[in-house]
């Protein structure tokens, strides 16, 4: 989607770009898979999105991967920006997570050490959790 939104195409919407795209992206058996489909069968990107995802992305897969983000921790001896990394390549490697913003700041600010979330929140003037759950504070400080 964001390589997509980049191309501009005259009078075309991202979606469209992005399903005529989407093919290039693929190898394999997700390539076979997309192959297999009769064609014009996906006429949406939610569909194709939805099918791929079940596919290639079955429960047993992020159920098995949640817990390792609710119980997401900094570690002894890892600074802060490391902390953060760390928890959004947790947050990749599930796509279909299911936390939201709110749920996604809160995990991870109960993983910190007190001290970091001491100097977090002092430098977000309060608490970190005041803040907007877009990530933004912690991408602007880092």
Known sequence: MELCSTIGAF???VEAVCLRAFPFSLAGKAKTWL????????NTWEEVEEKFITRFLPPSRFISAKPFIMTFSQGSHKPLCETWERFKALLQRCLNHNFDDIAQMHIFHSGLKPQTKMILDASAGGTMMSKSPDGSFLEKLL
């Not at 192959?35 to 996906?42: F, V």
């Open 35 to 42: 192959q297999s489909h009769p064609n014009k069968s996906l």
């Open 11 to 13: 009078n075309e919407d």
